[in-house]
């Protein structure tokens, strides 16, 4: 398996226990109506005992694109569901870690504190400590050797000709709150209170959507940036970043799963697919491959398009067939695919 192999990196890795972050980095929410909701769940949380375990990692530089991507786990289970993540659904087995994906900003976990409501912004308002962690991490980085920095690409290698994916991994993060970005009103319609329509929405809809968790849910958040903001076709270093951004995040995850004797599943979506206008089915397939060639048992994805998921699905299959699996390989295999960028959501 490839999480088997001396490519993945671990830049740093440490340990913080939820009352550290809460009495030293209490997120303080600027918009009121973040602010209320919080406030109301940190009464009931605020004396909740645990540890988070956070990794950052990267490749090797240089180390993988002249080796084989092995492919041990051809048969990987490919799910889809409607909604955003429901964080409660999916920690019935034991045997199983599930990672949810953070595909926000490369500054990982930065506009917690903004009236903005699109992926992120609604992750950490549900996880409140991730905006600690923010403040931890600002605060600290640098300490060892600037590993620990908040962000999930960097040219961290000094002979690096561009930007190198560092995935960042958050094990048992707690969920206080959950959100429902589509809240059915007492009179019986669908409000919308995702992305620029959160900070205009009427606070009925804000109040049916956002709702304190009483249970004790913890979470595994896989944060990884794709590339934005561009157009034209997708160029050769367009996708060998994508694929390091995926493979090295998958990777991890994998890894700590096998480490602690368990299969990895990852619920992720419309990667790099709104505000950065990244190309639907080109994403889907980068993930696939990335999800096959790691070891992971389950892959679902959210809120996506079915049709185009379809036919990066009929690209893997085309991809395997080849059997030839070095990462330049991959790369040109994509390359001949010619996928065009899109356009951003606004969100």
Not at 213 to 240: C, P, Q, R
Request: one cysteine or more.
């Amino acid at each position: 398996m490839w999480t088997d192999s001396n490519f993945l990196r671990t830049l740093c890795a440490k340990t913080l226990s939820y009352q550290e972050l809460l009495i030293h980095h209490l997120p303080c929410f600027s918009m009121k109506r973040k602010r209320d909701i919080f406030e109301k769940a940190l009464q009931v949380h605020k004396n909740t005992e645990g540890q988070l375990c956070v990794t950052r990692c990267t490749f090797e530089f240089g180390s993988i694109e002249n080796n084989n991507l092995q492919f041990k786990n051809h048969d990987i289970q490919i799910k889809t569901e409607d909604g955003y993540f429901n964080y409660a659904a999916d920690t019935s087995s034991p045997r199983r870690s599930v990672w949810y994906l953070n595909f926000a900003d490369p500054n990982v976990f930065a506009f917690w504190n903004s009236t903005l409501f699109a992926q992120d912004e609604i992750q950490t308002l549900e996880h409140p400590l991730l905006c600690a962690l923010r403040d931890y991490m600002e605060q600290h980085a640098g300490e060892d050797d600037d590993t620990f920095y908040p962000c999930t690409m960097t040219e961290y290698h000094r002979h690096a000709p561009s930007p190198v994916p560092t995935p960042i991994l958050v094990e048992n993060v707690p969920q206080w709150i959950s959100v429902n970005t589509r809240p059915r009103l007492a009179d019986g319609t669908m409000a919308n209170i995702y992305g620029n329509h959160f900070k205009n929405a009427h606070q009925e809809a804000v109040d049916a959507g956002l709702k304190v968790v009483e249970d004790n849910i913890k979470t595994n958040i896989l944060a990884i940036a794709a590339f934005g903001y561009s157009s034209g076709e997708y160029s050769k270093a367009d996708i060998e970043y994508t694929l390091k951004a995926a493979l090295a995040g998958f990777a991890q995850a994998a890894k700590i799963a096998l480490n602690e004797q368990k299969d990895a599943a990852i619920h992720t979506g419309n990667w790099g697919c709104g505000a950065f206008g990244g190309n639907k089915e080109f994403m889907y397939i980068v993930q696939l491959i990335a999800a096959s060639a790691v070891g992971i048992s389950e892959i679902v994805f959210h809120g996506i398009d079915p049709e185009i998921l379809k036919r990066a699905e009929n690209k893997l299959k085309m991809f395997l067939e080849l059997n030839d699996f070095t990462f330049g390989n991959t790369v040109n295999f994509l390359l001949r695919q010619k996928y065009f960028w899109g356009m951003s959501d606004g969100n």
